[in-house]
């Protein structure tokens, strides 16, 4: 595989929108799903936040919403991991519909995502 195939050092930057495009939440640093999870003891300081290597042909799993049945939806990454039930209350979204909008930047990779929600994620 050729080097410039691979999208190194990659972070995510999310940003969470109302419909009239202002910024609710963010940008907060995004939190790889499938790298290490921070602490269980969410009163202990959370690992740095990882940037990722992306080759051709792999896809990476990032964390970017959560909500418990019933409960509001919050916005998660490592920072979550220092609130009882991932809860951190800056990062919960009080807009029944937003846009998630994710960014991408790294070694050969800067790319933008968006995406409409309306209400209940579960």
């Known amino acids: ?49 990882e940037q990722v290597e992306i080759g051709l042909g792999v896809s990476r799993e990032l964390g970017v919403l959560m909500q418990h049945p019933g409960g509001p939806i919050y916005v998660i990454n490592n920072e979550s991991w220092k609130y009882p039930k991932l809860a951190k209350p800056e990062y919960e979204i009080k807009a029944d519909s937003f846009k998630v909008r994710v960014r991408l930047i790294g070694i050969h990779v800067d790319e933008l995502f968006i995406f409409n929600l309306n209400g209940d994620i579960s």
């Open 1 to 49: 595989m050729c080097p410039e195939a691979i999208a190194r050092d990659v972070h995510a930057e999310i940003e969470i929108l109302g419909n009239d495009d202002k910024v609710l939440i963010g940008p907060i640093a995004g939190r790889w799903a499938d790298t290490d999870q921070p602490d269980g003891d969410w009163r202990k300081s959370t690992k740095p936040l």
